[in-house]
């Protein structure tokens, strides 16, 4: 199970820094001989694979259910 914990971290990580690299340095949306490539639609789909990253390691994380007993 730790093996699955370090690739979903390792693949935030790398999404992070791709990230990154796209927002220091902007490129233009544009179309080359019929294809289409939209850098907002890439980060967009980094911003979804963070999240998806995020609910699956949220599973490892400790958490805390406070409750109370009555008689």
Known sequence: MSN???Q????KSQTLTIM???TANPKP???IDG????WSDYLDRLRMTIDWCDKKLS???PFEIRSQGAT
């Not at 294809?35 to 939209?38: E, G, I, L, S």
């Open 59 to 61: 599973v490892h994380e």
């Open 20 to 22: 990154a690299n796209i």
């Open 4 to 6: 699955d914990l370090e």
């Open 8 to 11: 979903l971290q390792t693949i």
């Open 35 to 38: 294809q289409n490539v939209a």
């Open 29 to 31: 949306t544009y179309s």
